[in-house]
């Protein structure tokens, strides 16, 4: 079956960096073009960066760019999320996203990231 499987996460204090991991299985890889999203207590579930199926386009919330980079590696069948300078308000729990044309997205469970000192 499809699996989503987030990893990396953890604490760090403010200005550190983080790398989440997403190993996807049970599908074409290459086929969707991929998500990170995230939610912090409280908060609705937002978009944090996006990269297409065949990697020549990415997106990024204002929040976040020129400090996250997403990537996929294709032959691992991995999504990542570099995270550096990271601040406190982006303690959340990190999800990926399998951005389907048709049917449901595919989710996985989440890594939690807490940035504090």
């Known amino acids: 079956q499809v699996q989503l499987v987030e990893s990396g996460g953890g604490l760090v204090q403010p200005g550190g960096s983080l790398r989440l991991s997403c190993v996807a299985s049970g599908y074409t890889f290459t086929w969707y073009g991929m998500r990170w999203y995230r939610q912090a207590p409280g908060k609705e579930r937002e978009f944090v960066a996006a990269?297409?199926?065949?990697?020549?386009?990415?997106n990024y919330a204002d929040s976040v760019k020129g400090r996250f980079t997403i990537s996929r590696d294709d032959a691992k069948n991995t999504l990542y999320l570099q995270m550096n300078s990271l601040k406190p308000e982006d303690t959340a729990v990190y999800y990926c996203?399998?951005?389907?044309?048709?049917?449901?997205?595919?989710w996985g469970q989440g890594t939690q990231v807490t940035v504090s000192s």
């Open positions: 990269i297409s199926s065949t990697s020549s386009s990415t």
């Open positions: 996203n399998a951005a389907r044309p048709v049917g449901n997205d595919y």
